[in-house]
């Protein structure tokens, strides 16, 4: 039986919840010196104006357990510059499912419900980084890993790779992909 998840509209997600998914993403990813209540202010901010086509609104996949959010998925818009033009990408990120119910197939409802926008056309590519681990758990879903470099010229560093962990991937891995550098236009997800 598939997992029962749903979807969260990043433009008007609750306070309550932009606290649970800080939660959770703290509890997966501790940061020094990061709050919930901070997190949750960014999470809360973060697409609140956003003015792009509607069928590619920011959203999160996500699975709760009572009062608490315990999976969770985010697919952004991110519009990148390629050798071949530019592309509005499926952005995948903080895709996280607590270390205690892994295991569950939880993890994969999420990112198959992500790259479901892919194979319904609302995006050419889905985009993500990841690490060595955590790359045949992607490979299983069909996503490949890209080898472009990557630059965001509107950093502070714009030669730096604004990617912070060793892999980069895509999906799908059949759909031709352009090659040379890639400028993300602005920071990682
Ligand atoms: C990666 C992660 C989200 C997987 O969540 P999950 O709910 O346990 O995953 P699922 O149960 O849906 O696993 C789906 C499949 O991927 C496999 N898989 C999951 N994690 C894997 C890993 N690290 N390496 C290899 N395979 C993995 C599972 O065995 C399963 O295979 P199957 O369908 O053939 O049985 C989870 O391990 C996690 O939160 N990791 C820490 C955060 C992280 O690194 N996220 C990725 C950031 S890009």
Redesign the pocket.
Known sequence: MEPAYETLDQRTITEADARRIATLLLT??PKPGRTVEGRAQTILQQWKDYRGPEVQHPRSFLVREGDRII?H?QADPRTIRTTAGDLTVLA????????E???????????EAAFALVDQGVYPFSL????E??????E??GGTVVLNRCVNSLGENPEANPFW?PILMRYPATANWPTGTIDILGPGW
């Not at 995948?92 to 270390?99: A, D, E, G």
């Not at 119910?101 to 990112?111: E, Q, S, T, V, Y």
């Not at 681990?133 to 992607?138: A, D, E």
């Open positions: 997966i990813w999976a998925a995948l990120c903080r895709v996280c499912t607590l270390p119910i892994r295991g569950l197939k939880l993890g994969r409802a999420l990112a993500f980084q990841t690490t681990q955590v790359r045949p758990f992607y299983k879903l962990d």
